[in-house]
């Protein structure tokens, strides 16, 4: 996946840019969490993943 590292990379500074100077709130806990479900490939990872790839592809204007 050609944005694993950078998503993960960005998931990770937006997790802790939100503890550090935000405080924790329901969506730095969303973050943390996605960011947690990628480190850990746990069984909802692949579902998360989808839904990530979706998410790029529709920004990014190739969603077929």
Known sequence: ???SL???AA?????????KF???R???A???ALFG???????LAPAIDDS???GVEIVNGTHT
């Open 26 to 28: 329901l969506w730095a």
């Open 1 to 3: 996946m050609t944005v």
């Open 52 to 54: 990530t790839r979706n």
């Open 30 to 32: 969303v973050v943390i």
């Open 11 to 19: 998931l990770g500074i937006i997790a802790w840019a939100a503890i």
């Open 22 to 24: 935000l405080g924790i």
């Open 6 to 8: 950078p998503l993960v």
């Open 37 to 43: 479900f990628y480190l850990a490939h746990s069984f």
